[in-house]
């Protein structure tokens, strides 16, 4: 079976290819030309030059596939301007849609994220059925995802073809060569560089097993369902100690209040603007921090047969690929000054 992936370069999608490539499946990844290929790089992958925003590309690209792994999407919190990434989440879906029916396309797995599913008033783990809407989105980002999948959901439901969605919680490992805004949390806290923290939560897991879950998706979801591919649900506390454990580093202790950051993060995002630079600390990442970010796994646990590995071995993949991988030098100091039994591999 021939498969195409979208976003096969990137963090995501480069590991639903090396799980696809483990079954055998004869993969072909779309990347646009800017992108790097460094996470596919020596793989036995068909790679074609596309973007989700030109359809008679995405249709060149579907040719001969009998499935397709919609992973591309544009993960930002901030952005200067809005509509490149609502172009990119929301009409690159609705193309990529075109494409997938216009060649016969018998099965395609859409990756969404939990930002498009409610949190609970308790903050009890919220599921698949958690209550929500486009009002209650924070941000850009969750505002275009949620619209997608609203695509996708309609897609599946017109006939048009048959479509499962995956909502990946906050996936940390190896690969995360932008990185993402979680990356770069996990990053700084294994270089030293986290001075502080805020009282907030999320569901942590490994790359690795959502693109497994993506698989299971496949072969075993129900059309037109959706499933959260989580892990364990921490506090940013707690998420600082694991990493803590694995460096050496001190975990940090001061506890910064949310509402008193929001003038910084109208300064940062002011400068943001000015300087063309992403800012550090920004007004839709504080809000959304107010509440803790846990999600339940339940239902793809019982449909899907999904398993994710212990929290800890995560963080341990996360932390060695950013040390080894993209700062050895800081790495080999860390490595000399920790215990044997504590060496990152």
């Known amino acids: 079976m021939k498969v195409l992936v979208t976003g096969g370069s990137g963090f995501i999608g480069s590991a639903v290819i090396r799980a696809l490539l483990e079954r055998h499946y004869e993969v072909r990844s779309l990347i646009r030309q800017s992108s790097s290929r460094e996470n596919i790089t020596g793989l036995p992958v068909e790679v ?19 499935a397709l792994f919609h992973v591309a999407a544009d993960y930002r919190l901030w952005v200067p301007h809005p509509f490149a990434l609502y172009q990119t989440n929301i009409e690159g879906t609705r193309n990529i849609l075109q494409a997938a029916a216009a060649n016969g396309v ?22 698949e059925e958690t209550p929500t809407d ?44 932008k990185p993402t805004p ?3 949390m996990i990053r700084d806290a294994a270089l030293g560089r986290m001075p502080a923290y805020v009282d907030t939560g999320l569901n942590i897991v490994h790359v690795d097993d959502v693109a497994a879950g993506h698989l299971l998706a496949f072969d075993r979801g129900r059309i037109g369902h959706r499933y959260i591919l989580g892990g364990t649900d921490l ?76 929290v800890s071995e995560a963080f341990q993949d996360a932390v060695a690929w950013f040390l080894n991988e993209r700062h050895p030098v800081e790495a080999a100091k860390k490595q000399s000054s920790l215990p044997s039994n504590e060496k990152l591999g």
Not at 136 to 151: N, W
Not at 278 to 293: G, S, V
Request: charged share 20%.
């Open 48 to 66: 074609v030059i596309g973007d989700l925003c030109d359809l008679p590309s995405l249709k060149r690209a579907a040719r001969g596939c009998q």
């Open 106 to 127: 018998e099965r395609l797995v859409y990756t969404s994220s939990v930002a498009t599913i409610g949190l609970t008033l308790d903050g009890t783990p919220a599921n």
């Open 134 to 177: 486009i009002d209650q989105m924070i941000g850009h980002y969750k505002r275009s995802k949620f619209e997608a999948e609203g695509l996708v959901q309609e897609w599946t439901q017109k006939g048009y073809g048959a479509a499962i969605t995956v909502n990946p919680s906050t996936p940390i490992g190896p690969r995360d060569i």
């Open 182 to 184: 979680t990356g770069k």
């Open 235 to 310: 506090t940013l506390r707690e998420i600082f100690g694991h990493i803590s454990n694995l460096t050496g580093n001190r975990a940090p202790r001061l506890r910064l209040p949310i509402r008193g950051l929001m003038p910084v993060a109208h300064l940062a995002e002011w400068w943001g603007r000015w300087s063309h630079t992403e800012p550090r600390i920004t007004l839709d990442a504080l809000q959304m921090a107010q509440k803790q970010m846990f999600y339940s796994s339940a239902k793809a646990n019982q449909e899907l047969g999904y398993q994710p590995r212990p």
